[in-house]
């Protein structure tokens, strides 16, 4: 049994973190601006800080000295943004620039002629469309059904959907993924003094969409079926290549943490049916607790900033993201190989049992045996999901229990009631004659 050792090592990040909240609190608060109404203006002759819009229609003609966020049905951005623009909604046009990124979900999204954008323009939507004269400073990334890019784009454009039109400049490199019509040509040019873009196989630029008419790359024979030789190398080089991971992660886990690795797989042994339903228990509460907790630093986070402390607001964020992306990681982790290391190491612990290889526990044999296993047991068609689910349940669960177990309290045996009427000194001398009975000390 081991006694928790954090309590008082927790101390001084505790106080870190709250010096560091204060430190940032103290410092000079700018408000956000909340506008509401059917139609939200900011005329030519404004200037304004960090600004949300909720409305039906937004209008911007003027500055926006920082980052500007929209929720509308539909937007124009005639003016200028000094940060970054958030907009979901409808319709978005940009005619004027914005110093930094734009981030767009929604219907559609058009630039104008002399429209200027400092970084990255990401959309996520039904179309999109970059027009002549206009210019992306770093990349364009859309994820949709159509997009037309004829502005100049200083490094890549990144597209995944159904049809996608280059005929601007493009500085690095235009990936697409989409199925390629026959007979297609890249239209894409380099921007001077940089190399020319390149296209993977499965870029396609089509004609320009006429009125009312979307693009379409759904032709059939459009793909090549893979050859079954194809499948067959493919197959057995993603088997090796998770062979790799799995033994390179096992083999640090045994390095680095070889106890509660161990400890977890005797769980796994000794309770096989528990760590499977603790572990399904698990898999399902991970994610509910990281919901939960994007929940909670996102409320936190807008009651600062109706309480106009926007920069408190934005310490919150980072921690909150901080710490919930590295929850993220490790527990995906946990799911996608600490768990069925953990059951793969058992298949190994089970098989050198009935080989009577000693000392098993001191041996990587039970790893390199047992990885092999379950990955072969896992490419079996219909049998490999079911096999990849229940090692990954069981691990969790068996993680779940030996981490319960080590920190676990000892339960401390009752002293006789003879020992409390004496001292410790008195504990330490030899009995007395009188005392040497059943159940008293001395006797043997």
Do not use: C, H
Request: charged share 15%.
């Amino acid at each position: 049994m081991y006694r928790p050792r954090l309590r008082w090592a927790a101390v001084p990040a505790i106080v870190a973190l709250i010096a560091l909240l204060a430190a940032f609190a103290s410092l000079p608060v700018a408000a956000l601006q909340i506008r509401r109404g059917d139609v939200v203006t900011i005329g030519r002759d404004e200037v304004v800080g960090d600004t949300a819009i909720l409305a039906q229609s937004a209008i911007i003609e003027g500055t926006v000295d920082g980052d500007l966020v929209i929720a509308s049905t539909e937007a124009q951005i005639t003016g200028t943004v000094n940060g970054r623009l958030f907009w979901a909604g409808e319709q978005l046009t940009i005619s004027g620039r914005v110093a930094d990124s734009v981030y767009a979900a929604g219907v559609g999204l058009s630039t104008g002629p002399n429209a200027s954008i400092g970084r990255d323009l990401a959309m996520l939507g039904l179309y999109l469309t970059v027009a002549p004269g206009s210019s992306v400073g770093q990349d364009v990334l859309m994820a949709g059904n159509q997009a037309v890019v004829e502005g100049a784009v200083q490094r890549d454009v990144r597209f995944t959907g159904l049809a996608l039109q280059i005929r601007g400049p493009v500085g690095a490199a235009a990936i697409s993924r989409q199925a390629p019509l026959p007979g297609t040509e890249a239209s894409a040019q380099p921007i001077a003094g940089q190399s020319a873009p390149e296209r993977d196989a499965n870029q396609a630029l089509l004609p320009r969409p006429g009125p009312g008419r979307l693009l379409s790359a759904a032709w059939a024979g459009a793909w090549q079926a893979p050859t079954v030789g194809s499948q067959v190398r493919a197959g057995i080089a993603n088997w090796f290549r998770a062979l790799i991971a799995f033994l390179v992660i096992g083999g640090l886990a045994l390095w680095l943490v070889p106890r509660p690795f161990r400890a977890a797989a005797e769980a796994a042994r000794d309770r096989p049916l528990a760590s499977l339903g603790f572990g399904l228990l698990v898999w399902l509460g991970g994610y509910v607790l990281l919901v939960l907790g994007a929940i909670v630093v996102l409320t936190v986070a807008t009651i600062l900033l109706i309480v106009t402390l926007g920069n408190l607001a934005s310490v919150v964020v980072g921690i909150g993201a901080a710490v919930l992306g590295l929850a993220l990681a490790s527990f995906l982790l946990l799911v996608a190989y600490g768990s069925k290391l953990i059951v793969a190491y058992l298949i190994g612990l089970l098989i050198l049992d009935q080989l009577a290889r000693a000392p098993r526990e001191r041996s990587g044999w039970a790893l390199l045996i047992g990885v092999p296993i379950l990955l072969l047991l896992s490419v079996i068609p219909f049998v490999g999901a079911i096999v990849g689910a229940a090692a990954t349940a069981i691990g969790l669960g068996a993680l779940w229990l030996s981490y319960r177990q080590r920190w676990r309290r000892p339960v401390r045996e009752a002293e006789p009631e003879w020992a409390y009427a004496q001292t410790p000194e008195e504990r330490e001398l030899p009995p007395e004659p009188w005392m040497r009975g059943p159940g008293m000390p001395g006797n043997p």
